[in-house]
Every structure is written in C-alpha cells, then in structure tokens.
C-alpha cells in the first residue's frame, strides 16, 4: 500500500480481527504518524500502539460519525 494521506479514513484490522475506521491525520514536527479513532475520537500516534494492526484500505463505506 502507498503511504496514507492526510484526512483520509482507512479501514484498520486490528490483530483481534476487530475492523476499525481511523481517520490518517498526518505526521508530527518529529515524524510521527497520527491517527483518529472515528468511533471514540481518540487521538494516537503510531508509536503508542501496543498491539498488532494493519490497513486494509480507504474506508469504502462511511464512518460512523465522529466524537467531537
């Protein structure tokens, strides 16, 4: 896969077999890649992940709306 772009949502599998839609936000100052939870918001950095997990794509179908 290429690399993600900034303000997409991508569909995530996560090593539970759990499916996730995270919204790519782009990468900090130091390089870091970000990420939003589109169901809980949460905001992360690739580095603070402590579990398995992959893109399976862009997101074909809408995300459930974003938390505020």
Same mark, same amino acid.
């Given at each position: 896969?290429?690399?993600?772009?900034? *303000?997409?949502?991508?569909?995530?599998?996560?090593? /539970? &077999?759990?499916?996730?839609?995270?919204?790519? =936000?782009?990468?900090?100052?130091? *390089?870091?890649?970000?990420?939003?939870?589109?169901? /809980? &918001?949460?905001?992360?950095?690739?580095?603070? =992940?402590?579990?398995?997990?992959?893109?399976?794509?862009?997101?074909?179908?809408?995300?459930?709306?974003?938390?505020?």
């Amino acid at each position: 896969m290429d690399e993600p772009l900034a *303000g997409t949502v991508y569909e995530i599998a996560l090593c /539970s &077999g759990e499916r996730r839609h995270w919204r790519y =936000l782009g990468d900090d100052a130091r *390089g870091a890649r970000w990420w939003r939870d589109c169901e /809980s &918001g949460s905001e992360f950095s690739e580095g603070s =992940l402590m579990y398995a997990w992959s893109i399976v794509g862009a997101a074909s179908v809408p995300p459930p709306p974003e938390v505020p």
